[in-house]
């Protein structure tokens, strides 16, 4: 928990908020325990209310929710973790990274911190594993939110997740990618829809999990069974359809195919979908105050 002036200008250093906002977010841990033994999941937490959960997405952690967090935690606990293997989390040997195991691993985490019940909201791949764990968990989410989620309509990624789940090119990027710098300014430049946007905290942020040891093991283990997942996930989303679901989406998303949300909105018997014109993969931290409106018209 952030209890003294020092760790409250670090968060709101991390963050990009006030220093008074940052007083509100406490960080905290959680241990899980699985077959490679105990774990060490770290999280982020403000305001009071009914529980809001966050998923990151690929290459994110709860980093990637500093700009909406103060609003949303107005009405709601809001709660965001860094899944397992990723941002600042413990990252066991030989992960598990499906998309199954990842959502048994939220709603462990739901046990764990208390959370009966709550919102779900998941960007990206995170939003494949929101509807993954809806499907395991059905009567513990209220409604769910899905921000350009990995979904079977969009091509984006698959042959990309082909080649990188190759043997040769996973050891390449487990050996060379920590050293190759450009790689995140090449990501956050592709997943904005107008990079004068990108805030000034973001590379810094991005890539200060990406130089601890092991970074690339989870996203190269959740690449690993993509297009498996992918075909799992179309094969659940019949079991879901009863949820009140918004999607968002950035207009010019370079990452998940807009177009596909109209096919994925289809999936849903009470679906809403909000496209915000310009913006690209994260309209979270590049149109912040657009989408805590959404989201608040959505859930108040």
């Keep these: 928990m952030l209890d003294n002036r020092t760790a409250q200008e670090r968060r709101a250093s991390e963050t990009g908020i006030s220093l008074e906002q940052a007083t509100l977010v406490q960080e905290s841990w959680v241990t899980l325990d699985g077959q490679h033994g105990a774990a060490h999941m770290r999280y982020v937490r403000a305001g009071s209310g009914p529980p809001l959960l966050l998923v990151h997405g690929l290459l994110g952690y709860s980093f990637s929710w500093r700009f909406v967090i103060p609003a949303l935690a107005e009405k709601h606990t809001v709660v965001a973790p860094d899944m397992l293997g990723a941002g600042f989390s413990d990252r066991p040997a030989n992960l598990d990274c499906s998309m199954r195991a990842c959502a048994e691993r939220l709603l462990t985490f739901m046990d764990r911190t208390g959370i009966a019940s709550c919102d ?7 939003g494949a594993v929101a509807m993954k764990a ?6 513990r989410i ?14 984006h990624g698959k042959s990309l997740a082909w080649l990188l789940s190759r043997r040769l090119t996973m050891a390449l990027f487990l050996r060379l990618g920590p050293r190759i710098r450009v790689l995140d300014e090449f990501y956050l430049r592709r997943v904005f829809g107008d990079p004068r946007r990108i805030p000034p905290d973001s590379l810094a942020g991005y890539r200060a999990p990406l130089l601890r040891p ?3 093991e989870y996203p ?26 918004l999607l968002i989406w950035g207009s010019l998303d370079a990452a998940v195919d807009p177009a596909s949300a109209a096919q994925l909105k289809r999936q849903f018997r009470n679906c809403r979908l909000v496209m915000i014109e310009g913006a690209g993969h994260l309209p979270y931290e590049e149109t912040p105050q657009e989408f805590t409106r959404a989201v608040g018209e959505f859930l108040f």
Excluded: C, K, Q, Y
Aim: proline share 9%; glycine share 8%; hydrophobic share 50%.
């Design 220 to 245: 190269l283990g959740v690449l690993r069974s993509w297009n498996r997942d992918l075909w799992d996930l179309e094969s659940i989303l019949p079991r879901i359809a009863h949820i009140p679901t």
């Design 142 to 155: 209220r409604r769910l939110i899905l921000v350009a989620p990995v979904n079977p309509w969009s091509a």
């Design 120 to 126: 779900l909201l998941g960007t990206s791949h995170g």
């Design 134 to 139: 809806v499907a395991l968990a059905p009567s």
């Design 214 to 216: 092991g970074f690339f």
